[in-house]
């Protein structure tokens, strides 16, 4: 008797952490009721709120999301955005798919489905247990959700020297593989980064690959509680650059590279030798040499790359 051939599993587990997002929860978890790829749970924590988020959850999780919604309350004090999410990441069940949501941003039916699509066609082009990261581009809008523009493509390639310099990776548009959500696991990110940078981070620095999806997959609302922004203004973005000034950039770059050192196991090959020049790389001299002998250690434009470098070679 010939054995009925088991297809590979699709299931995504969806993680949703809230803390007073009650004025917009309910249009996100519409959008994530409306997926055209069904197949989901949704697991979810609330991070010390003091509106009715939690109330609003649950009467979506016995309600239109009966079956399909876990509550995770294995810790109830506040973890901030970056630990919530790491909890999640350590408690939920092995999964073929890991995504990220946000509580005020809305999905478009299909991004689920792209995302596995895309996930699953560069599965097979790598050899099992790689780790793979999906993310894409962003409608931004108001918080009435009038768009005013996309968010920018891609001008280079990410990769692990990229990682280090900036995140290109929205939350919120984020697909994890197994392979990726186990390097994440009881693998919390250092205090300087959120959760979505550091999965783009251990994703590169074990030797896996990024997928940058040029479609736009959410709605990403710019309003004054987020904790990220991302305008669309490349003169804000500069001022506010300049605002924060060189310190405050480098010591999270520097603070990276000391975590991920603090991880042997999971680095690919050529890795570390890259996270110990740059540990080494105390003089203007051997600083400069170092960017000659990593070109993608870069930023994706080309003026932000100018004040990056002209911060890592004057930074203390």
Same mark, same amino acid.
Request: net charge positive; hydrophobic share 40%.
């Given at each position: 008797?010939t054995q009925k051939r088991?297809?590979?599993?699709?299931?995504?587990?969806?993680?949703?952490?809230?803390?007073?997002?009650?004025?917009?929860?309910?249009?996100?978890?519409? @959008?994530?009721?409306?997926? !055209?790829?069904?197949? $989901?749970?949704?697991?979810?924590?609330?991070?010390?709120?003091?509106?009715?988020?939690?109330?609003?959850?649950?009467?979506?999780?016995?309600?239109? #999301?009966? #079956?399909?919604?876990?509550?995770? !309350? @294995? *810790?109830?004090?506040? /973890?901030?955005?970056?630990?919530?999410?790491?909890?999640?990441?350590? +408690? +939920?069940?092995d999964t073929p798919y890991?995504?990220?949501?946000?509580?005020?941003?809305? %999905?478009?039916?299909?991004?689920?489905? %792209?995302?596995?699509?895309?996930?699953?066609?560069?599965?097979?082009?790598? &050899?099992?247990? !790689?780790?793979?990261?999906?993310?894409?581009?962003?409608? /931004?809008?108001?918080?009435?959700? +009038?768009?005013?523009?996309?968010?920018? &493509?891609?001008?280079?390639?990410?990769?692990?020297?990229?990682?280090?310099?900036?995140?290109?990776?929205?939350?919120?548009?984020?697909?994890?593989?197994?392979?990726?959500?186990?390097?994440?696991? =009881? !693998?919390?990110? &250092?205090? @300087?980064?959120?959760?979505?940078? $550091?999965?783009?981070l251990l994703t590169t620095?074990?030797?896996?690959?990024?997928?940058?999806?040029? *479609?736009?997959?959410?709605?990403?609302?710019?309003?004054?509680?987020?904790?990220?922004?991302?305008?669309?203004?490349?003169?804000?973005?500069? %001022?506010?650059?300049?605002?924060? #000034?060189?310190?405050?950039?480098?010591?999270?770059?520097?603070?990276?590279?000391?975590?991920?050192?603090?991880?042997?196991?999971?680095?690919?090959?050529?890795?570390?030798?890259?996270? =110990?020049?740059? +540990?080494?790389?105390?003089?203007?001299?051997?600083?400069?040499?170092?960017?000659?002998?990593? &070109?993608? /250690?870069?930023?994706?434009?080309?003026?932000?790359?100018?004040?990056?470098?002209?911060?890592?070679?004057?930074?203390?």
């Amino acid at each position: 008797m010939t054995q009925k051939r088991t297809e590979p599993s699709r299931h995504v587990a969806i993680l949703l952490s809230l803390y007073n997002g009650a004025p917009y929860l309910d249009a996100q978890l519409a @959008s994530i009721l409306a997926q !055209t790829h069904t197949d $989901w749970t949704l697991y979810w924590r609330d991070d010390a709120s003091t509106d009715s988020s939690k109330n609003q959850m649950r009467a979506f999780a016995t309600g239109p #999301g009966q #079956g399909r919604c876990v509550e995770i !309350t @294995s *810790r109830h004090e506040r /973890l901030g955005v970056a630990g919530s999410y790491a909890h999640l990441l350590d +408690v +939920v069940p092995d999964t073929p798919y890991v995504a990220f949501a946000d509580q005020d941003d809305i %999905w478009e039916p299909q991004k689920l489905e %792209w995302a596995v699509e895309e996930v699953e066609t560069a599965a097979r082009q790598h &050899p099992s247990g !790689t780790p793979l990261l999906y993310c894409a581009r962003q409608y /931004l809008t108001n918080a009435n959700l +009038v768009i005013f523009q996309k968010s920018p &493509p891609l001008r280079h390639k990410p990769d692990f020297p990229a990682s280090l310099t900036q995140n290109i990776a929205t939350g919120h548009t984020v697909l994890l593989n197994a392979a990726t959500h186990g390097l994440l696991r =009881n !693998t919390p990110p &250092p205090p @300087s980064i959120l959760h979505d940078w $550091w999965a783009y981070l251990l994703t590169t620095a074990a030797g896996g690959e990024v997928i940058f999806d040029t *479609r736009c997959v959410s709605y990403y609302r710019q309003h004054a509680h987020n904790t990220v922004g991302a305008t669309g203004s490349f003169i804000r973005r500069g %001022w506010a650059a300049c605002r924060r #000034g060189p310190r405050a950039f480098m010591t999270i770059f520097h603070t990276n590279v000391r975590h991920l050192l603090d991880q042997p196991e999971i680095l690919s090959a050529p890795t570390p030798r890259l996270l =110990n020049d740059l +540990v080494n790389a105390r003089t203007f001299p051997a600083r400069l040499r170092l960017l000659f002998r990593y &070109p993608t /250690l870069r930023r994706q434009r080309f003026s932000e790359n100018i004040v990056f470098r002209i911060w890592y070679l004057f930074s203390r």
